[in-house]
């Protein structure tokens, strides 16, 4: 369809009206913790045995090398190359009772105790993904993750030791400004490697959209070609993660295996074949003002 620009009178069409993406969304899908400080997200994919990260968009696979065990030094951390594109955002949730949200300061995580960093600016929103059953214990852990800042009290007035709720294991960030093709670089990797090979040039552009923008997908998953029909995985998955946090030792997370079957049937399938394990999310500023 062909429009008339009423000003200069020339012609132009729809598409070339879209042809500077202004949004990004970046989904997130894996057992990650993602520590939300100082305006930066640091995406931290957990030393999770058999599994590998790739980056995925409308046209591309691109595989994003990691740790497979402990470094000493360092490990593999990744970045947008433009780094004001996308802008960072005010942050806000479009749901936070899908989403584990532990409210506390932490230090940054160790590189070298992750399968690999992604160190990217606050999104303007987060937004639940994939939102599974779990049943979430305390067990005198501290600290512990909250449904809302002021809902953090059981019905006999005592501090919830549990969640027994749906929780996401997935985000979405998205960032309503980013002017410029998402590119990725390393920011570091292990000293005892030699350095690595460019990544590929990331074509994130959606395909069918209009108005057009970038879409790309971080994804962690596990080479198995055998479902976790009993939550094994996850189960690992999120010990691996809570590894990363302190004070979280003590947390365990229970899946409902009463029905074999039906956990994979739900939402994974043989291809590809996902864990499960809810997404931990680190926000030192939940239940503050907003940023």
């Known amino acids: 369809m062909r429009t008339k620009n009423k000003k200069n009178g020339k012609q132009k069409t729809s598409t070339e009206s879209c042809d500077k993406p202004l949004q990004l969304v970046l989904d997130l899908i894996g057992p990650f913790v993602a520590h939300l400080y100082k305006g930066k997200a640091r995406i931290h994919a957990a030393l999770c045995e058999g599994h590998h990260a790739n980056i995925l968009t409308d046209s591309q696979d691109v595989f994003l090398s990691g740790l497979n065990g402990p470094a000493k030094d360092k490990g593999y951390v990744y970045a947008f190359k433009d780094e004001k594109s996308p802008t960072a955002g005010k942050l806000r949730y479009h749901n936070p009772r899908e989403v584990i949200i532990a409210p506390f300061e932490m230090n940054p995580c160790n590189h070298g105790d992750c399968h690999l960093t992604f160190q990217i600016p606050y999104p303007d929103k987060v937004v639940g993904l994939l939102a599974e059953a779990i049943w979430m214990h305390r067990n005198g852990a501290e600290p512990w993750v909250v449904e809302d800042p002021k809902d953090d009290k059981s019905d006999d007035g005592g501090t919830k030791n549990f969640i027994n709720q749906p929780r996401a294991r997935g985000l979405r960030f998205i960032y309503s400004t980013c002017e410029k093709k998402p590119q990725i670089r390393f920011l570091e990797w292990p000293?005892?490697?030699?350095?690595p090979d460019p990544i590929p040039t990331i074509d994130a552009l959606t395909l069918g959209f209009e108005p057009a923008h970038y879409h790309i997908t971080l994804r962690y998953a596990s080479v198995s070609s055998?479902?976790?029909?009993?939550?094994?995985d996850a189960y690992n998955c999120f010990q691996s993660m809570r590894a990363l946090i302190p004070g979280a030792c003590k947390w365990r997370v229970d899946f409902d295996d009463t029905e074999v079957g039906t956990y994979t049937d739900n939402k994974?399938?043989?291809k590809p074949v996902d864990c499960g394990a809810a997404?931990?999310?680190v926000d030192e500023f939940f239940g503050r003002e907003l940023r």
């Open 191 to 195: 000293g005892s490697v030699k350095p």
């Open 279 to 281: 997404v931990v999310v």
């Open 226 to 232: 055998t479902p976790d029909e009993h939550h094994e």
């Open 268 to 270: 994974t399938g043989s």
